[in-house]
């Protein structure tokens, strides 16, 4: 039998090197540094047949390929990454004060907010806004020093999580001056007067801040800054920028006193003379600047948050409000692409991890509240399915965002992980709180006070669509940035080809070869991996999850085979040459497996920084077996499908190696029922995996009065109490004791008033106007008023 042991020898980079040096010796002599004069021929036949296929990068690209960090990223690229280095590296965690600041603050925010109001009225209470202000909620990440909370990026999410439990907007509305806003740039890049006058102004929210970037013709293309440009000129001996531009969707901009403003600058008379360049610049502009407007609103589907549009024709900006000054003229690429990282990586995940938390937790509570023909819903399968779901895709989501949250505060800026935390995340989180809404069914359909649900569903589309929509960084960006970002050797080799130096053939040369091999690697990886990872599979007992070393061990394993086979897939792409940047299928599909792959490592992350929580492992296991399938889907449906002349070719290689036996190597399956039981059984009675999700829920205490969530919260256990009671009463023939039926009543009057759902008077202020008659009794009664027969009893008569 194959062991994992055996699986051991093909883990790591440098196992499988040498490994593959004995098995391909001859990969192995192409590495050689002789070269005979046939090969040096070859060399450059195949340097001009690329060359000739790939499109010359422009600026703008070759300034995006130098922003940002890699990291493990690249190591999903290799085909070897390590659970151990994560393991090593990150190590998320909140300080005292920033749990204090959660405990505190962040729950007086959420007892002043009224979500049903704020929706209704499409702002916040005043003492809302002056609660944000003085108490940091728009300054979490500025330094201390400039008066601002200085928190991690850790505690940032977790705030927005915990707001986005219980008002969606207070979640937007602290994200923009924590992610997009310019006051970390400010930190970074601004000059000394800037920083002087922005930075207190921001951290005591006398200013509150947004970013103008996209416009109407640009859309998820931000940065291609049409309709938004400034020309370099000189007035009176002072040198400034001409500005004009029509930005859109800016969040806080009808409120906001100060806005960074993404321009493409253009100095056609060099009066820059080297000081700052053309390009994509940012200029900070204030509430009250000639010229500036800003104040008209979006409403983002039945949102409240503000999000409006910022213009002007001809503004006048001086140098001293290029943020940065005129030597970072041109440099708003970099600053864009940091900011960018946490906003998508961090904010917009932040969103759904609160969703997720929510309906795991407090729709499971539902479940086992709601009774429908006299049993509790948690019991019906198809509730059962539905919550596991949910629950697994929960996990997936918490542990991702931990993840992030870590690199970020590792002082790195992921480009490609942060377009897969986004996509995947607000996916999921859309696809969770659907479940969410058909469990609670018509509980979450009526609007008002004791609806948790209704506006996060509402929301969840905004999410999936601001900061680059869904479907553009699913099927171009994280390949698109990641095959040439993140692979080992890509980079070098594209340089090589843009490049007219007399060396350049013999660069070409040396990274083509490495590439060969990277491939040649990953194909042998991919077989020895792929048939002893699905013995793993078919052998393994249906209970070894529930030994946590055998749960981390497995699925790390099963990684590893996929990262080898997503490895080889992408050194395939190659065959297409510039042409792939069009192949938008397959670039998705990849993208679903690097996804899942990434999450599935974080996941694996995540238990092992929180090993000992009990039913931890059963969602484990449940979230790893869907993110394995779903990676497994996408290479074979990649190897379908895959494009180009010699498309027929890379799909058969890709069939070789990712399934070497056939569908005996495609061992992945979705969760069987007993393990999907099992899950759903853990968020709809108490368990320590429920009460891991319920931390970042903002509960009220019983002594303030109603609050759904919290009763919902505090009532499944007795409810559960209840339940235990009735089945033992019903097996032992018998009535309930004078204690077991108080129980039974406080469980029964908790059920009759968690299930109500709000009724009102009037819906509109047109409708609570003293005598409105609604049109349509206004036309029965019109109508009856002619009619001979007034009503039934004259009719009988």
């Known amino acids: 039998m194959m062991t994992s042991q055996a699986l051991r020898l093909l883990r790591g980079p440098g196992s499988s090197s040498a490994l593959l040096r004995q098995a391909l010796p001859a990969v192995s002599s192409a590495h050689g540094v002789a070269s005979s004069p046939r090969r040096t021929f070859l060399t450059k036949m195949a340097y001009n047949a690329s060359k000739s296929v790939m499109p010359p990068i422009s600026e703008t690209e070759q300034v995006a390929l130098g922003c940002g960090t890699i990291g493990f990223d690249r190591d999903i690229f290799t085909g070897s990454p390590s659970l151990q280095h994560l393991v090593d590296t990150y190590k998320p965690g909140l300080s005292e004060e920033e749990k204090s600041f959660l405990n505190n603050e962040v729950d007086e925010l959420c007892r002043i907010i009224n979500d049903y109001d704020t929706v209704t009225k499409k702002d916040f209470s005043k003492e809302a806004w002056d609660y944000m202000r003085t108490a940091g909620f728009f300054s979490l990440k500025i330094p201390k020093e400039w008066g601002g909370k200085g928190y991690s990026t850790a505690a940032v999410s977790a705030i927005l999580a915990k707001l986005a439990t219980h008002c969606t907007d207070a979640n937007a509305t602290v994200a923009v001056p924590n992610s997009l806003g310019p006051g970390e740039l400010l930190v970074r890049y601004g000059t000394d007067a800037q920083q002087k006058y922005f930075l207190p102004r921001l951290a005591d929210g006398t200013l509150i801040p947004c970013f103008g970037l996209t416009g109407p013709h640009s859309g998820s293309d931000a940065t291609s800054l049409i309709g938004s440009s400034g020309v370099v000129e000189e007035r009176d001996g002072v040198l400034g920028v001409r500005a004009t531009f029509k930005k859109r969707y800016i969040t806080l901009a009808p409120v906001a006193g100060v806005v960074g403003i993404g321009i493409d600058l253009k100095d056609p008379d060099g009066l820059l003379k080297g000081n700052g360049n053309e390009g994509f610049t940012v200029a900070l502009l204030e509430r009250g600047h000639p010229g500036l407007e800003m ?200 340089y090589s080809l843009q490049s007219d130096k007399p060396e350049a053939v013999d660069k070409f040369g040396t990274q083509l070869k490495k590439v060969i091999g990277h491939g040649a690697e990953n194909f042998a990886l991919s077989i020895g991996r792929g048939i002893m990872s699905s013995m793993q599979v078919k052998t393994r007992s249906k209970n070894a999850y529930k030994d946590g070393d055998k749960l981390l061990s497995h699925h790390e394993d099963q990684l590893l085979r996929l990262s080898a086979n997503f490895a080889l897939t992408a050194d395939l792409c190659f065959t297409l040459g510039g042409k792939l940047k069009f192949e938008e299928l397959l670039m998705g599909r990849l993208a679903d497996a690097m996804g899942a792959i990434f999450l599935g490592y974080s996941t694996l992350h995540f238990y092992h920084n929180n090993r000992g929580v009990q039913g931890l492992e059963a969602v484990t296991e449940h979230a790893m077996l869907r993110l394995e399938y779903e990676a497994q889907q996408a290479l074979e449906q990649a190897r379908e499908n895959f494009p180009g002349p010699l498309g027929g070719v890379a799909g058969t290689v890709m069939g070789a190696a990712c399934f070497p036996l056939g569908s005996i190597t495609k061992p992945y399956t979705l969760p069987k029922d007993e393990l999907t039981k099992e899950v759903s059984a853990l968020f709809t009675t108490p368990s320590e995996v429920n009460s891991l999700f319920t931390e970042l829920i903002y509960t009220r205490p019983e002594s303030e009065g109603r609050h759904q969530v919290s009763d919902l919260l505090r009532a499944m256990p007795i409810c559960c109490e209840a339940d235990a009671i009735a089945a033992a009463c019903r097996k032992e023939k018998r009535s309930p004791t004078d204690g077991e039926q108080i129980v039974l009543s406080q469980a029964e009057r908790l059920r009759d008033m968690l299930i109500q759902v709000d009724v009102f008077e009037h819906a509109t202020e047109e409708e609570a106007q003293k005598g409105y008659v609604r049109p349509a009794i206004k036309g029965t009664e019109e109508m009856i008023a002619k009619s001979e027969v007034k009503n039934f009893g004259e009719f009988a008569i």
């Open 295 to 494: 104040g008209p609103r979006h409403i983002p589907l039945n949102s409240a948050f503000m999000n409006g549009t910022v213009e002007g024709t001809d503004v006048w900006v001086p140098m001293e409000s290029i943020l940065g000054g005129q030597e970072r003229a041109g440099f708003g690429w970099h600053m864009f692409v940091e900011c960018l990282a946490e906003g998508r990586g961090v904010s917009l995940p932040a969103g759904a991890i609160g969703g997720a938390r929510s309906v795991a937790s407090v729709v499971g509570a539902y479940a086992r509240v709601r009774k429908q023909f006299k049993v509790p819903i948690a019991e019906f399968g198809g509730i059962q399915e539905a919550l596991a779901d949910a629950a697994s895709d929960g996990l997936v989501c918490i542990a991702g965002g931990d993840l992030m949250n870590a690199i970020v505060d590792n002082h790195e800026a992921p480009m490609v992980i942060s377009s897969i935390m986004k996509q995947n995340c607000t996916e999921r989180g859309r696809r969770i709180v659907e479940k969410g809404m058909d469990i609670a069914a018509g509980s979450a359909i009526c609007r008002g006070d004791q609806n948790y649900m209704a506006q996060a569903y509402c929301s969840i589309p905004i999410g999936i669509t601001v900061e680059g929509a869904n479907i553009m960084t699913r099927s171009f960006q994280v390949i698109g940035q990641g095959l040439t970002r993140c692979h080992p050797h890509m980079l070098d080799l594209i």
